[in-house]
Structures are given as structure tokens and as C-alpha cells.
């Protein structure tokens, strides 16, 4: 595939406190989640759980082949709630206006340009019902472990003032490993 994304068949997910992070999603029963430049979909298997989940998971990417891999996940495994797509999040996320209870994006902001930034974060606050949470894994800013180069990471403040122009507001940020922090928002009115 031409114009593979920065990071494709990487994930941060072996690197983070899983548990902790879970335990950061707090969303009621029959909730949508949408899993922003999912790659192969960790992040959306484990928060879809199992098949008595109370949520379904979008994952989207615009890498073809790990929407495939994905799939293939989710055939052996019988993953009924988990909806795969392909998709550029910086243009169009191919869900209706205020119809996800949370979006997640793990370790992506930093890999888009300064405009595909803003056009995801607005892509993710038009997705979003009224309060509704947007949660951004980051690598810490430190120049060590595994990651980016230290010079496009993001530090926490510089992620909160990104989102904040888009109205979005900080509820929470928490360290969720060694290297990974994420901060959760909440789309204000």
C-alpha cells in the first residue's frame, strides 16, 4: 500500500498499565465507542471485551492492511462488536454528527501534521453526543524508551491546549505506564 501511515504495525498497547486504562473508561451500557487510527485494533479488542460487552467499538484506519488483520481477529475470535473501517480520521470519520459516547486515539496526534491535528479533533467533537469524551494516549515527553523521537512527542499541556481550542475540556490526566500518559476530555457545549 502507498502512503503507509508513520507508525502502521505498531502499536503502544504492550507499553501501557491495561488494566488502568480500562479502569479510566467509565461509560454506561450500550455505549459507541470509536477507536481513532485504530491499526490492527488492540485498543478496540480490549475495550470491546468480550461478546456480552455493553459496548460497540468502531475502529477506524485508513491502513487497509490492518483493517484486515483486524477482521481476521475478529472472525476467529467471534467478535460481535466491533465494526472495522477504513477510513482518513482527518478528513471524514464515516459516523453520524453526535452519535459516539467516547472516541480514543492511542498514540496517533503526534504522527499527524499540524492541520490533519485539527481536523481530526474537530472530526472527533462533531462524532460525539453533548458531553462526550475524547481520550489521547500520548508518549510522555522524555527522551528515552520506546516511541517517537522526543522532538514530536507531545507534552500533556501541549495536547490539553490542542483540544481546548476545538471545546473540548480536561477532566482528568493520568500516567498509564513508563512512557504513556492520557488525558481524557469532555466535549463542552
Not at 503502544?12 to 488494566?19: A, C, Q
Not at 507531545?154 to 505506564?177: M, N, P, Q, W
Amino acid at each position: 500500500m502507498s502512503g503507509l501511515p508513520p507508525a502502521a504495525g505498531k502499536s503502544s498497547f504492550d507499553l501501557i498499565d491495561r488494566e488502568k486504562f480500562l479502569s479510566l473508561i467509565d461509560l454506561p451500557q450500550k455505549s459507541t465507542v470509536v477507536d481513532l487510527a485504530c491499526g490492527t485494533g488492540k485498543y478496540s479488542i480490549a475495550i470491546s471485551g468480550t461478546e456480552a460487552s455493553p459496548y460497540t467499538v468502531y475502529a477506524v484506519d485508513l491502513w487497509e492492511e490492518g483493517i484486515d488483520a483486524l477482521n481476521q481477529i475478529i472472525a476467529d475470535n467471534n467478535i460481535t462488536n466491533i465494526r472495522s473501517v477504513v477510513a482518513d480520521i482527518s478528513k471524514k470519520i464515516p459516523l453520524e454528527t453526535d452519535s459516539a459516547d467516547m472516541c480514543l486515539m492511542a498514540t496517533v496526534l503526534h504522527d499527524l501534521s499540524k492541520e490533519s491535528q485539527h481536523a481530526t479533533l474537530r472530526e472527533a467533537y462533531r462524532v460525539l453526543k453533548p458531553d462526550g469524551i475524547l481520550m489521547i494516549i500520548e508518549f510522555k515527553k522524555i527522551d528515552s524508551g520506546p516511541g517517537p523521537p522526543v522532538n514530536i512527542r507531545l507534552a500533556e499541556l501541549e495536547v490539553e491546549k490542542l483540544a481546548v481550542t476545538h471545546d473540548f475540556k480536561k477532566i482528568s490526566c493520568d500516567e498509564i505506564g513508563e512512557f504513556n500518559y492520557v488525558i481524557k476530555l469532555e466535549k463542552s457545549a
